[in-house]
Antibody
Framework: EVQLLESGGGLVQPGGSLRLSCAAS????????MSWVRQAPGKGLEWVSS????????YYADSMKGRFTISRDNSKNTLYLQMNSLRAEDTALYYC??????????????WGQGALVTVSS | DIQMTQSPSSVSASVGDRVTITCRAS??????LVWYQQKPGKAPKLLIY???SLQSGVPSRFSGSGSGTDFTLTISSLQPEDFATYYC?????????FGGGTKVEIK
């Protein structure tokens, strides 16, 4: 059974940093692209970032470029999202999601339960 | 960036009704269109990919159609468990943008 378990969310002050982790199990992690998608309270879905199976290719939404870094450790079956210079508008539930293939832009067939990030003073 | 526009933003329907949701892309995306269902407090669930291919395990009352810029998601006979918010997403080019969502509510 595929499982994605996010951790690392919490309350952080504006300008602060946070690192999210997503522990994956139940599939060959190194064979699939992975993504982060966020959802602000009461709002719709917003793609954040994606990474290729090897980690060699990464992609970001413009508003996160330069502030967020996606990475993965295939030996630990874990996906990461390092978030720096956080703003109030980054407050959201951050989902880790598995892609159906390796393109880093494909459909997302499994999602975690989400990690809540709150940016507030 | 490709803009995805869904309509309506909400729809009230009864069990057994046929429901159609539309998604329009700001430029042609061939058939690179995905539909998700999201229930309150839950993660999204993949329903349809490549505009019309049903994800494994998804009931056949869900169907998708379209290509280019105009797409539809149809629920042929609405069931109680189908009341949720539906999102389209284009996977043609980065960033893979989502539509604003359509909430299907009980009439």
């Amino acid at each position: 059974e595929v499982q994605l378990l996010e951790s690392g969310g919490g309350l952080v002050q504006p300008g602060g940093s946070l690192r999210l982790s997503c522990a994956a199990s139940g599939f060959t992690f190194s064979s699939y692209a992975m993504s982060w998608v966020r959802q602000a309270p009461g709002k719709g879905l917003e793609w954040v970032s994606s990474i290729s199976p090897s980690g060699g290719n990464t992609y970001y939404a413009d508003s996160m470029k330069g502030r967020f870094t996606i990475s993965r450790d295939n030996s630990k079956n874990t996906l990461y999202l390092q978030m720096n210079s956080l703003r109030a508008e980054d407050t959201a539930l951050y989902y880790c999601a598995k892609e159906t293939g390796g393109a880093a832009i494909g459909p997302l067939d499994y999602w975690g339960q989400g990690a809540l990030v709150t940016v507030s003073s | 960036d490709i803009q995805m526009t869904q309509s309506p933003s909400s729809v009230s329907a009864s069990v057994g009704d046929r429901v159609t949701i539309t998604c329009r892309a700001s430029q042609g995306i061939s058939n690179w269109l995905v539909w998700y269902q999201q229930k309150p407090g839950k993660a999204p669930k993949l329903l349809i990919y490549a505009a019309s291919s049903l994800q494994s395990g998804v009931p056949s009352r869900f169907s998708g159609s379209g290509s280019g810029t105009d797409f539809t998601l149809t629920i042929s006979s609405l069931q109680p468990e189908d009341f949720a918010t539906y999102y389209c997403q284009q996977t043609n080019s980065f960033p893979p943008t989502f539509g604003g969502g359509t909430k299907v509510e009980i009439k």
